[in-house]
């Protein structure tokens, strides 16, 4: 048999290799063109339907050049992100990326390592970020990390794990259904919806996941947690896990983290936080008082890619029993045989505490973000998003059009304008959000509060400042005595 004719996808001469790097060099600059203009054109636009045309068009073919398809993508894409990099998104708790992560994220692409394991430096950038969490949160120095997409992951990781402690590994391989007892799971009616999905998504079911209720603060009622798990224990159910949160998604609040540690510990429940975005407030003095009890978790969950603004995505799970992480996972296939030396050695992997085989290298952005800002300047950022909280609630507090509606407790402000009409006042909120993000002024979200619906303003973006504050509020009072006039209030 003839060798077979074979090309590569590089460029196949020095002439095709300059032409690139000149292109490559001039994305680059683009898109640092892009985040130094930042604030300067609006948070967000919707896209024209004839820009929607363009991604109804079938495979192509024939490739392009780069230079075309780039052109595309200034045209076609980048004008019509969601806006979380701009200093005026407020919407949901998104943080707005780094320069430093940027570049980090093209040096990582251009190794393109598979971080599931095998004997490379990836997976000891990887550990080393476990090492440095585990020393913040004071955890021991043996406990386990993984990356993985985002807290929804993590969130699951942790049910996995509390499931296989409190069942035994056998249940990996025998299932639920053969079990004599039924787990149930604890958390906060404040608690974000992945703690329920992680319960579908581990088989216990949504209906074992009890909800409790918040108190004035909106923080889990402990008095009504401890009657619930009596109640459960008495019909002769299995308590097993119980979701504190540090930083409720609604409204930034933290649950009395050293309470809840004791309540685990008297029941014998596997004690996780849901740190989505609070839990790295540790890095900020003035703040990290309010999380103690943090460090007597058995594992937390938490992005990066939030408070500490490292680009999408980065998302880590913290198990503070390493060995019982690794049980939960780690599988035997010949594919995967370990050695002591080669490429196969440096056991165990990353694969063998979570279920993704293939794994980007989440790690360097991370480790680059962390190396170049240094601790003390996010913890910083951090405390900064929260003092403009506090800004703007003080803003609020000023016009009588404007009412707050829940404790600022981090960086997260729950507010409205006024209505004459109570019947209206969700009609008028929920159009007053949509003609502020539509402005490209700033871009809050709504949030579904006890006294109904609310413009959410959650501050993450280092970039935000006063200004941003001042330009929402202003224009939350013009757009709100507009509507008003228009539904007739």
């Not at 570049?103 to 393109?112: D, P, Q, R």
């Amino acid at each position: 048999m003839q060798a077979p004719q074979t090309t590569s996808l590089d460029p196949q001469s020095p002439e095709e290799w300059a032409a690139l790097r000149q292109q490559a060099h001039g994305m680059l600059d683009d898109i640092l063109d892009y985040v130094q203009a930042l604030g300067q054109g609006p948070v967000w636009t919707s896209a024209p339907s004839e820009v929607r045309e363009q991604f109804f068009k079938g495979m192509p073919q024939d490739g392009s050049s780069l230079e075309v398809t780039h052109a595309a993508f200034k045209r076609d894409i980048m004008p019509y992100a969601i806006g979380n990099a701009h200093p005026g998104f407020m919407g949901w708790v998104q943080g707005g990326g780094t320069p430093a992560g940027l570049v980090a994220e093209m040096l990582a692409a251009g190794l393109n390592a598979n971080v599931g394991g095998r004997d490379q430096m990836p997976v000891e950038v990887e550990r080393q970020i476990t090492r440095w969490m585990a020393d913040l949160f004071k955890f021991p120095a043996s406990a386990s990390g993984l990356f993985v997409t985002g807290t929804s992951l993590a969130n699951l990781i942790a049910v996995w794990v509390a499931k296989n402690k409190a069942l035994g590994h056998e249940t990996r391989r025998r299932g639920l259904r053969d079990e004599q007892v039924q787990l149930v799971a604890y958390t906060s009616a404040g608690a974000h919806a992945c703690v329920k999905k992680a319960m579908d998504l581990a088989g216990i079911g949504t209906q074992y996941l009890r909800v409790i209720a918040m108190n004035e603060r909106y923080e889990i009622d402990c008095a009504a947690l401890r009657q619930q798990i009596q109640q459960d224990r008495a019909q002769g159910l299995s308590p097993f896990f119980l979701a504190g949160t540090a930083g409720t998604v609604d409204v930034g609040a933290i649950d009395d983290l050293n309470q809840l540690a004791d309540i685990a510990q008297e029941q014998n429940l596997w004690f996780h936080i849901d740190g989505a975005f609070g839990a790295l407030a540790v890095l900020a003095p003035q703040i990290a008082p309010r999380l103690a009890g943090i460090e007597r978790a058995d594992s937390i969950a938490f992005d990066f890619h939030k408070w500490l603004q490292v680009q999408y995505d980065a998302g880590f799970i913290l198990v503070r029993d390493a060995q019982l992480h690794y049980d939960s996972f780690a599988a035997a296939a010949g594919y995967l045989r370990r050695e002591h030396r080669g490429m196969a050695a440096n056991s165990p992997w990353p694969c063998d505490f979570g279920p993704d085989l293939s794994r980007g290298f989440r790690a360097l952005k991370t480790w680059f973000t962390i190396q170049v800002y240094g601790a003390k300047r996010l913890g910083g950022v951090i405390q900064q998003t929260c003092d403009l909280a506090q800004y703007l609630r003080s803003k609020i507090e000023l016009h009588p059009e404007l009412e707050l509606m829940a404790p600022v407790s981090l960086n997260i402000v729950c507010f409205r304008y006024r209505s004459s009409q109570a019947d209206q006042a969700d009609v008028l909120t929920a159009r007053l959000v949509v003609a502020l993000q539509e402005s490209g002024i700033a871009a809050p979200s709504t949030n579904v509060l006890p006294q109904g619906l609310a413009i959410r303003a959650a501050i993450v973006n280092h970039r935000t400042n006063a200004n941003n504050i001042d330009a929402l509020v202003e224009a939350t009072l013009r757009f709100g005595k507009e509507i008003s006039v228009e539904l007739g209030l």
